[in-house]
């Protein structure tokens, strides 16, 4: 009888796998404080430890800007009081990049005292992160379960997790940052918009009705005028205050690009007076990351349509292929010159769509000139 051979792993094996699972799950997390949680949780399950703990230094270098931990619960969090200082044990590790192992931390010189409420430890593993040869943090695990000391393999392993750690903690770093300024380039742009356009219509608005108050009595055909200026102006700044506020909202992506853009397109036809319609598959599979920076050019494209180019009708064309989304944004308006740098600069955020294209690693055109209309074409890689 022939037997079936089963490949076993090693136990190098399983620890390069277990250390693999821990750095995707670690990779799937955008923000800086959920990547801390997700190392520190999965440090303490990979060493086998009671306790684990990350620290991360601040600017002054005499104390944690974040220090979270794994195997304590809330009370006893609450209970042992502020977070630690960066000194001792456990500033030498954010200064030293060497791992420091010991089977009493409370036997080493460097350490001072235990907070009245904190578990007393034995076992240690301190572990710290590099990155481009700076340390940004460090691990530390305490107390292994079941008794004993850590060895050299798990400080082999704490090695292999903190390498991968650092990258993923700058990583995360520059999607904050990179969220924080595209928040602070959005809130400078509508500043702009409401300066350029709503604040304008105002003010006439305003003229108008000073203009109707000086008529209303010697000319009243006059100020039955102004009047009617004036409902025509208080309309403009309600479709333009429209506008912004449905900018302001971000995309809603349980719906979908394609709801989401004809959702878009119903406030442009009623603002704007403007025939759209919207060619596209039902529900195209697309990641998140995509959809949204695709709604946003689209949005900008739309934008411009209804401030600028005193179009009639608006088509927006969405393909899906196996490997690129195509968007196709269409007007029968004015048009204009793509490439004179005054409508660049300020009136049409070109820029800005190119930029937004680039980012997922698409290409963006646009053709267009004066009296032939305009259209925005945008093409980025599909993401499954």
Do not use: C
């Amino acid at each position: 009888m022939l037997g079936v051979v089963v490949p076993v792993s090693t136990p190098t094996e399983a620890a390069l796998a277990a250390v693999s699972d821990a750095i995707l799950g670690v990779a799937g997390e955008r923000s800086v404080e959920a990547v801390l949680q997700r190392l520190v949780v999965a440090a303490r399950e990979l060493a086998g430890a009671r306790y684990a703990a990350l620290g991360i230094p601040d600017e002054e270098g005499d104390g944690f800007a974040q220090f979270l931990t794994a195997g304590m619960d809330d009370e006893l969090i609450d209970a042992i009081g502020p977070l630690p200082r960066t000194h001792g044990l456990l500033g030498s590790l954010l200064v030293d990049p060497t791992p420091y192992r010991s089977d009493d931390v409370a036997a080493d010189p460097r350490f001072t005292w235990w907070p009245e409420a904190h578990p007393r430890m034995g076992a240690f593993l301190g572990m710290p992160l590099l990155f481009k040869g700076d340390v940004i943090g460090a691990l530390y695990l305490a107390d292994k379960d079941g008794g004993g000391s850590f060895d050299e393999a798990d400080e082999r392993l704490m090695g292999l997790l903190a390498a991968h750690a650092a990258v993923a903690i700058e990583q995360a770093r520059l999607v904050e940052a990179s969220r924080e300024l595209s928040i602070l380039e959005e809130r400078a742009r509508l500043a702009r918009e409401l300066h350029d356009a709503t604040v304008q219509t105002l003010f006439s608005l305003s003229l108008s009705a000073e203009v109707a108050a000086s008529l209303l009595e010697d000319d009243p055909a006059g100020a039955a005028a102004e009047l009617g200026r004036i409902r025509e102006l208080s309309q403009a700044a309600v479709g333009e205050l429209r506008t912004l506020v449905f900018e302001l909202r971000p995309p809603a992506l349980d719906d979908g690009l394609v709801a989401t853009l004809g959702k878009r397109l119903e406030v442009l036809s009623r603002t704007h007076g403007l025939e759209v319609s919207l060619v596209a598959p039902p529900s195209p599979s697309l990641d998140p990351e995509t959809e949204t920076g695709l709604i946003r050019i689209v949005q900008e494209a739309l934008t411009n349509v209804g401030r600028h180019a005193a179009a009639r009708r608006v088509e927006v064309v969405v393909g899906v292929g196996d490997h690129a989304v195509d968007v196709t944004v269409t007007d029968d308006g004015t048009g204009f010159e793509p490439e004179a740098r005054a409508i660049r600069a300020r009136r049409l955020g070109l820029t800005s769509m190119r930029e937004r294209a680039s980012a997922l690693e698409g290409t963006l055109a646009v053709e267009s000139s004066p009296g032939r209309g305009t259209t925005v074409r945008v093409s980025v890689p599909r993401r499954r």
